[in-house]
């Protein structure tokens, strides 16, 4: 039931990464979050066996799954990392983990084929935890993901201040409490492999519930924490648009009445021409234009009345904001990245 609503979880996630899939250049959370959701799929019961059977009854769609994790925790710490450090030490970091991650899926094949086992099992380390080279076999996954999790949850929570933006902070908050998580989980997972080894089945078991939760919560954690960026881009620029629309065309109407007759003041020659540009752009030009025709002829002011003003003033408080956010500062990655 656990791997289900994990597998629900995640596969939400892709869900809502997916609507930008074409806006953004980075597309590691999506490639983490699909590879993750294949992983957590594959280890179903029924989905299990009937793979597993089609494909002999060797138990390789376990290790297809911990193939299909450790990938998806390494792009998943690449996206992170990428949105919370300077761009040069990317690449460089890139190599490095490319090369732990080669070596990890090594030793999970090498572990793996040594492991006897007997028909499918939907309780593989259960089933076979007591053999060393399955103890070797899981803790070759978990101390990578622990690794990785853990490096990953300190970037975020040692960022997250340098977000501009508030729902980044709060996204990065959340992947920090679940790498927290998902390292508590590791630590119980390598106890109990401990446990079995040495055939003391009734502790394993005891520590078993507390593994359900923290795996429950390690991905609740991280799921939330990686939706907030995406669903908060779409909310926000929807209300962007109908606050841009609205004063795009109550301004239409004060440009028309003051540049008609300063016809001089106008940059571009027509608003069809205007209207192809960015809504901002296009706000920030009428305005502009505006202005230099109030400045040029101020006896066009007794043509606006306070409705006008109003739009006025409302539009160059909304510009304010965009435009102010341009000059240069330090800007963390993570407000496109992630």
Same mark, same amino acid.
């Given at each position: ?5 994990? =597998? /629900? ?14 806006? *953004?250049?980075?597309? #590691?959370?999506?490639? +983490? ?10 280890? &179903? ?34 996206? %992170? &990392? @990428? ?18 991650? /080669? /070596?990890?899926? +090594?030793?999970? /094949? ?56 508030? !729902?980044? *902070? =709060? ?15 590791? %630590? ?9 080894? $040495?055939? @003391? ?16 919560? +390690? ?42 007759? @300063?016809?001089?003041? @106008? ?8 209207? $192809?540009?960015?809504? +901002?752009?296009?706000?920030? *030009?009428?305005?502009?234009?505006? $202005? ?9 002011? #007794?043509?606006?009345? &306070? ?10 408080? !909304?510009? =304010? ?18």
């Amino acid at each position: 039931m656990i791997q289900i609503v994990a =597998a /629900a979880l995640i596969w939400l996630l892709v869900i809502c990464l997916l609507p930008g899939l074409w806006r *953004r250049r980075d597309h #590691s959370v999506l490639t +983490a979050a699909m590879t993750i959701s294949v992983a957590l799929t594959l280890n &179903i019961d029924q989905i299990y066996v009937g793979l597993d059977s089609a494909l002999g009854g060797r138990n390789f769609v376990d290790l297809l799954a911990n193939v299909c994790m450790v990938v998806g925790i390494y792009f998943l710490a690449r996206a %992170i &990392i @990428r949105a919370a450090t300077p761009d040069e030490t990317v690449e460089k970091r890139h190599r490095a983990g490319i090369l732990l991650l /080669a /070596a990890v899926i +090594a030793g999970l /094949a090498a572990s793996f084929s040594a492991i006897v086992t007997q028909g499918s099992s939907t309780r593989f380390m259960l089933d076979y935890g007591n053999q060393w080279p399955a103890a070797l076999y899981s803790s070759v996954q978990f101390l990578y993901i622990g690794f990785v999790v853990s490096v990953t949850g300190i970037t975020c929570l040692r960022f997250r201040g340098d977000m501009l933006r508030p !729902y980044f *902070r =709060a996204s990065f908050t959340l992947i920090g409490v679940g790498c927290a998580f998902a390292v508590f989980l590791v %630590i119980l997972v390598l106890v109990m492999d401990v446990l079995h080894l $040495q055939g @003391r089945l009734n502790a394993m078991r005891s520590v078993s519930p507390v593994y359900d939760a923290a795996f429950v919560a +390690a991905m609740v954690f991280l799921c939330v924490g990686l939706a907030i960026p995406p669903v908060a881009h779409r909310v926000l620029g929807r209300k962007q648009s109908a606050t841009e629309e609205e004063l795009a065309s109550d301004l239409t109407k004060i440009w028309e009445k003051t540049t008609k007759k @300063r016809q001089d003041v @106008r940059l571009l020659r027509g608003t069809e021409m205007v209207t $192809q540009q960015d809504r +901002a752009k296009r706000l920030h *030009r009428m305005l502009v234009e505006v $202005q230099d025709a109030l400045l040029v002829e101020p006896g066009l002011g #007794s043509s606006l009345d &306070i409705h006008d003003l109003n739009v006025l003033n409302a539009a160059e408080n !909304y510009l =304010a904001g965009p435009f102010v956010r341009q000059v240069p500062v330090r800007r963390r990655n993570g407000e496109r990245a992630l």
